[in-house]
């Protein structure tokens, strides 16, 4: 019952590095999200895919980049790792669109915790 | 308004007690509601769906207030287990969104 599944768990990063964040879900959801979570302002929306093949932006898509490798994975790229992207990541999936009149339950994936010097 | 507002604690109660969140919206439009659980250092999970004027599930019983625009999360003889951040969730104004609140620190003491 793996669910949805982030790695790395954890990553240091120096200003200005590149590194992506891979998400992978094994329950045939159609929909997959990143959020980004900071002390007192609940989690953020980052990038969404409603289906394979499409990718929109969320409320904070500034210095993120994403691809929906196919209906499982959905990764999300720092192009150049700046402090203010330090935070917790999470990667969720749902079977509708979240928001949408078919809104369902979001699956998250245990976070990734990503700090940038 | 805020698109959704919770305060955020933490909320200090004795095992046994009853305790109640609120959180306030600012889309008159939502029709969905939810709330989710979130323990300390790991992932969110619901924890309730409401769709209409409430829900409830064992010891826990979620409101709708569409008039007021707020939704409130009830816990009765709270345990132990019950200590974690609780999210209120609603759609978005911008359409195809969910918009998680800051959440609501509960910490239940023996």
């Known amino acids: 019952n793996a669910g949805v599944t982030q790695t790395p768990k954890f990553q240091v990063l120096k200003t200005g590095q590149s590194m992506t964040l891979q998400c992978a879900q094994d329950?045939?959801?159609?929909?997959m999200y990143w959020y980004r979570q900071d002390p007192g302002m609940g989690l953020r929306l980052i990038y969404y895919s409603a289906s394979e093949g499409t990718t929109d932006k969320g409320e904070v898509p500034n210095g993120y980049n994403v691809s929906r490798l196919n209906k499982r994975e959905f990764s999300l790229r720092l192009e150049s790792a700046a402090p203010s992207q330090t935070s917790v990541y999470f990667c969720?999936?749902?079977?509708?669109?979240?928001?949408?009149?078919?809104?369902?339950?979001?699956?998250f994936g245990e976070g990734s915790r990503l700090t940038v010097l | 308004r805020k698109e959704v507002e919770q305060d955020p604690g933490p909320f200090n109660v004795p095992e046994g007690a009853t305790v109640a969140f609120n959180c306030t919206y600012s889309n008159s439009a939502s029709q969905s509601f939810f709330w989710y659980r979130q323990d300390c250092r790991k992932e969110p999970k619901l924890l309730m769906s409401?769709?209409?004027s409430g829900n409830e599930d064992g010891r826990f019983t979620a409101q709708l207030n569409r008039a007021s625009q707020y939704i409130s999360l009830l816990i009765r003889d709270s345990k132990l287990s019950d200590s974690a951040t609780y999210l209120c969730?609603?759609?978005?104004?911008?359409?195809?969104?969910?918009?998680f609140g800051g959440g609501t620190r509960l910490m239940v003491k023996p």
């Open positions: 329950m045939n959801h159609n929909s």
């Open positions: 969730v609603v759609p978005g104004n911008a359409g195809n969104m969910l918009t």
């Open positions: 969720a999936s749902s079977e509708g669109l979240a928001g949408g009149p078919n809104t369902g339950e979001l699956f």
């Open positions: 409401v769709y209409s």
